[in-house]
């Protein structure tokens, strides 16, 4: 009895899998075709080193409608253009005279600070569109570029943040923070920017993984309805299936007196007509459960069995839509959407550990 719900338990979590990889491939594709990562990052910087755009606001969306529908189609791209050469070797200081700013009433003119800090990190570019596709920077990397920033200054640390807060860059507070903490020392200064820089990181990959979450919720549901996966059905549809083999493991071993269900399963379209038990067997065992799953989508495919013919596509939208409207299926469609919102990740350590299937260790 507790192998039946061992492979009761193995066969939801291996659909669950399934469907969560599906929805994982068609959100990654999305976002790389798009490439919202990395417009999610420059947007980050953008603000942070330039303070947002001229017309204000802020270069991050607020709404995940704006995250997924306005961000990828914006002309407005905060990502610099793509640079296949290496960073050049002279660095310019920042062309912003700070004491002469800071006395004028007319704000300093705008300095491309997000510009000059992907000259430094350029070489980390791949080309793949007019714009970078840098979409992870290490914090070990950035602090590097803000160290070659500053050596360019007269003054050093003190020189540079008197030039940011010249122009209004709000990066210009948090290295202020950082140097003040590391009682003006480089060495300290350095690893205070890496550690800013990294918590900066974790902060943003936790908003974006908030819009995202609503994403794979409705991927999730999409799926599920197209799929017309119901997870209570398709629990019955692995119980009826272990059942089945139970009973040819019977015959096998008591003979014609176990024989009664395999009669019932095998009985044909009820002509009347000879049954060979062999082929019925075949034939049940060749399609499990499993690959039933998607029996009942609104496009299901058919495979021939020999393998001769090609496969068929066989369009099921009335059946499908009578399942959808059915509210039977409902609770099913419910805990199939919740199951998908855990993701692949959790659903492979879950089988992993149902199947003893061992990790990878280096």
């Known amino acids: ?70 961000l990828p189609f914006s002309k407005n791209d905060p990502r610099p253009r793509h640079d296949s050469e290496p960073a050049p070797p002279v660095i310019e200081p920042v062309p912003v005279d700070a004491a002469a700013a800071l006395a004028s009433d007319t704000p300093a003119r705008p300095v491309d600070m997000t510009g000059r800090l992907y000259e430094r990190l350029q070489e980390i570019d791949r080309p793949k569109a007019a714009r970078t596709s840098i979409a992870n920077i290490p914090p070990e990397r950035f602090s590097g570029a ?24 709000p990066l210009a507070g948090h290295l202020r923070g950082v140097w003040e903490g590391a009682q003006r020392d480089m060495v300290r200064f350095r690893q205070g920017v890496e550690a800013w820089f990294d918590g900066e ?13 609503w994403v794979v919720f409705a991927l999730g549901l999409v799926l599920t309805l197209l799929f017309s996966m119901d997870a209570l059905e398709y629990g019955k549809t692995l119980l009826r299936d272990n059942a089945y083999r139970a009973a040819v493991a019977a015959i096998a071993s008591d003979g014609d007196g176990a024989s009664a269900a395999l009669k019932d399963r095998c009985a044909g379209d009820g002509a009347g007509g000879a049954i ?28 021939p069995p020999d393998g001769t013919e090609d496969p068929s596509f066989n369009w099921n ?31 492979w350590d879950i089988l992993r550990r149902l199947t003893g299937i061992r990790g990878h260790r280096s």
């Open 317 to 347: 939208g009335g059946v499908w839509w009578d399942r959808l409207i059915t509210p039977g299926h409902w609770p099913g469609y419910l805990i199939s959407v919740v199951a998908l919102m855990f993701g692949s990740t959790f659903w």
């Open 276 to 303: 060979d038990p062999y082929a019925c067997v075949t034939e049940s065992f060749s399609s499990p459960a499993l690959v039933k799953i998607f029996d009942h989508a609104v496009v299901s495919v058919t495979i």
């Open 146 to 169: 803000m160290l070659e920033l500053v050596s360019a200054e007269e003054g050093g640390v003190e020189g540079l943040i008197a030039k940011l807060e010249a122009i209004g860059s």
């Open 1 to 70: 009895m507790i192998s039946v719900y061992i492979d009761l338990a193995i066969g939801l979590v291996l659909a669950f899998l399934l469907l969560s990889l599906l929805v994982s491939g068609i959100n990654e594709a999305f976002v790389r075709l798009f490439g919202i990562r990395s417009k999610f990052l420059w947007a980050y910087l953008r603000d942070t080193m330039d303070g947002g755009p001229r017309e204000g606001g802020s270069w991050i969306p607020e709404k995940i409608a704006d995250v997924f529908a306005k």
């Open 201 to 213: 990181m974790q902060r943003l990959s936790m908003l974006y993984r908030r819009y995202v979450k």
